[in-house]
């Protein structure tokens, strides 16, 4: 089955690029989705990209995928302190399959 | 509804009673899901449904753990003789079947075993 793993922690300072990064193991995977938990919230649907793309743009997020290697990238232009949050990566076969999140944090 | 509901939002139960968490979905949502969320442990899946049949039940942890879904709308998770190792939050969401398949989730029901 499925297994999706990123890692757990990255610290960005408030300004730059993050970069969230995220590998897959089934190569049948039709969709790849990132998905957004604030403190204290639920979980929001954030961005995902069909499988027969290589990158999606939506403002200031970018996915890459790259399916050769099954690794899937959230890239956050001009991170602000609005985006501390965890970030889950998931792929889709007959059902959705979640990682353990990485946490993002903002350093001023 | 508006959004997926789950209920109730906190269960505090004692180890070896029985708990029943419930989930309202997204009307007209066909795809149930429902996941744990321990701390460190990010999103393990349980089970799914496709209108009232679980087609992948090999999330569930143990045979204490079922679920299931009337109407191709409510569900209910039950836990039976619960454990401290249960205490966790546990996510509902749900989805339209379809190509892309977007999850929308529930705010989850934190239990705890004590």
């Known amino acids: 089955g499925e297994d999706v793993e990123q890692s757990l922690f990255l610290s960005v300072r408030e300004g730059d690029s993050s970069v969230i990064n995220c590998t897959y193991t089934?190569?049948?995977?039709?969709?790849l989705y990132w998905y957004k938990q604030e403190p204290g919230a639920g979980l929001q649907l954030l961005t995902y990209i069909f499988s027969n793309m290589d990158m999606k743009q939506d403002q200031r997020l970018t996915v890459l995928l790259n399916k050769k290697d099954k690794h899937l990238s959230l890239r956050i232009a001009d991170t602000q302190t609005g985006d501390s949050a965890i970030y889950f990566c998931?792929?889709?076969?007959?059902?959705?399959?979640f990682g353990k999140g990485t946490r993002l944090h903002i350093l001023p | 509804g508006a959004g997926v509901s789950q209920s109730p939002s906190n269960k505090v139960t004692e180890k070896g009673k029985d708990v029943e968490l419930r989930c309202d979905p997204i009307?007209?949502?066909?795809?149930l899901y429902w996941y744990r969320q321990s701390l460190g442990q990010g999103l393990e899946f349980l089970i799914y449904?496709?209108?009232?049949?679980?087609?992948?039940k090999s999330g569930l942890p143990s045979d204490r753990f079922s679920a299931e879904r009337t109407g191709g709308s409510v569900s209910t998770l039950t836990i039976q003789r619960t454990q401290q190792e249960d205490s966790a939050v546990y996510l509902c969401a749900s989805s339209l079947i379809g190509r892309d398949e977007k999850l929308f989730f529930g705010s989850g029901t934190q239990l705890s075993v004590l």
């Open positions: 998931a792929g889709r076969t007959d059902k959705i399959i």
């Open positions: 009307s007209g949502h066909t795809a």
């Open positions: 449904f496709q209108g009232n049949s679980a087609p992948d």
């Open positions: 089934d190569s049948s995977s039709t969709y």
